[in-house]
């Protein structure tokens, strides 16, 4: 199947992406434990494995006295810390979490948020039973949207996925109340103003080449809703939005509205970010 990418060339749109290991295995063997801390640790290391931020906005909150150590404020940073120092959040202790990292295939009508008193159901409804740690999203897919999406307590982790310099692709699968004729398709790739940003799709093209009304695209942009943006924009509704692929990481063998634990190697691959 090809596509057309924003250099004007021809490409194959991949029907799959490669798939990971989805060998069964024990929590500990997938979501490694941290291991027992015996030498001092920075500060706001500390405070990203809790899960409460990322390293830098640990910083932020060392400076702003909002961290104790043993009962006093500190604000000094790069100092350290170890096991038996008691640190305290807003006078609330804090433990070295182990980190977790999960893919949902989200389903529809599901909310990405961790409470929502309107929503008959969230992502974090789907996940509760999967650890102790209290995760959260990596970001936002609309309640209509489908697919995959990451849940972490790795704060530093979500502080990079979501910040606007992370431009790592993203693939979504488009279902549309009509045919996608081929100069709206060229104007996707060669950019439109959309309010006041320009948007350019990496790459697009037709699923099925006997069915116009399913697209697939790649996009950098994390702006929100850029995808139905760009549709609506040129008069077309999106009846279906599945993104097939973040960070990565894909829905293969994850049925819709099952999770799975990352493996090693997946959770190697997102810190090193050496995907595309």
């Given at each position: 199947?090809?596509r057309?990418?924003?250099k004007?060339?021809?490409?194959?749109?991949?029907?799959?992406?490669?798939?990971?290991?989805k060998k069964k295995?024990?929590k500990?063997?997938?979501a490694?434990?941290?291991s027992?801390w015996?030498?001092p640790?920075?500060?706001?290391?500390f405070?990203?494995?809790?899960?409460i931020c990322?390293r830098?906005d640990a910083?932020?909150?060392i400076k702003?006295?909002?961290i104790?150590v043993n009962g006093?404020i500190v604000?000094?940073?790069?100092i350290?810390v170890?096991?038996?120092d008691d640190?305290r959040y807003?006078?609330?202790k804090?433990?070295r979490?182990?980190?977790?990292?999960?893919?949902?295939n989200?389903p529809?009508?599901?909310?990405t948020?961790?409470?929502?008193?309107h929503a008959?159901?969230?992502?974090i409804?789907?996940?509760?039973?999967?650890?102790?740690?209290?995760?959260?999203?990596?970001g936002?897919l609309?309640?209509?949207?489908?697919?995959v999406?990451?849940l972490?307590?790795?704060?530093?982790?979500?502080?990079?996925?979501t910040?606007?310099?992370?431009?790592k692709?993203?693939i979504y699968?488009v279902h549309l109340?009509k045919?996608?004729i081929?100069g709206?398709?060229l104007?996707?790739?060669?950019?439109?103003?959309?309010d006041?940003d320009f948007?350019q799709?990496?790459?697009i093209?037709?699923?099925?080449?006997?069915?116009?009304?399913?697209i697939?695209i790649e996009?950098?942009s994390?702006?929100n809703?850029?995808?139905?943006r760009?549709?609506?924009?040129?008069?077309y509704?999106?009846?279906k939005?599945?993104?097939?692929?973040?960070?990565g990481?894909t829905k293969?063998n994850v049925?819709?509205?099952?999770?799975r634990?990352l493996t090693p190697?997946?959770?190697?691959?997102?810190?090193?970010?050496?995907?595309?």
């Amino acid at each position: 199947m090809e596509r057309e990418n924003n250099k004007g060339k021809k490409q194959k749109f991949p029907k799959k992406k490669p798939s990971f290991n989805k060998k069964k295995s024990e929590k500990e063997d997938i979501a490694k434990k941290i291991s027992d801390w015996k030498e001092p640790l920075r500060l706001n290391k500390f405070i990203s494995n809790a899960g409460i931020c990322s390293r830098r906005d640990a910083d932020d909150l060392i400076k702003a006295g909002e961290i104790s150590v043993n009962g006093k404020i500190v604000r000094e940073l790069g100092i350290k810390v170890s096991p038996k120092d008691d640190i305290r959040y807003k006078g609330k202790k804090i433990s070295r979490e182990q980190q977790v990292y999960i893919l949902l295939n989200k389903p529809k009508d599901v909310v990405t948020t961790v409470r929502d008193k309107h929503a008959d159901r969230t992502v974090i409804d789907i996940v509760k039973n999967a650890c102790p740690e209290r995760v959260y999203p990596v970001g936002r897919l609309d309640k209509n949207t489908t697919g995959v999406l990451l849940l972490t307590n790795d704060g530093e982790l979500t502080k990079q996925l979501t910040h606007p310099s992370y431009n790592k692709k993203k693939i979504y699968h488009v279902h549309l109340n009509k045919d996608l004729i081929k100069g709206d398709m060229l104007k996707i790739i060669e950019g439109l103003k959309l309010d006041d940003d320009f948007i350019q799709a990496d790459a697009i093209s037709y699923v099925d080449e006997k069915d116009k009304t399913q697209i697939g695209i790649e996009i950098h942009s994390g702006q929100n809703r850029i995808v139905r943006r760009i549709f609506e924009s040129l008069g077309y509704k999106i009846k279906k939005l599945d993104r097939v692929y973040f960070a990565g990481l894909t829905k293969k063998n994850v049925p819709r509205g099952k999770w799975r634990f990352l493996t090693p190697q997946e959770i190697s691959i997102l810190k090193r970010k050496s995907f595309k």
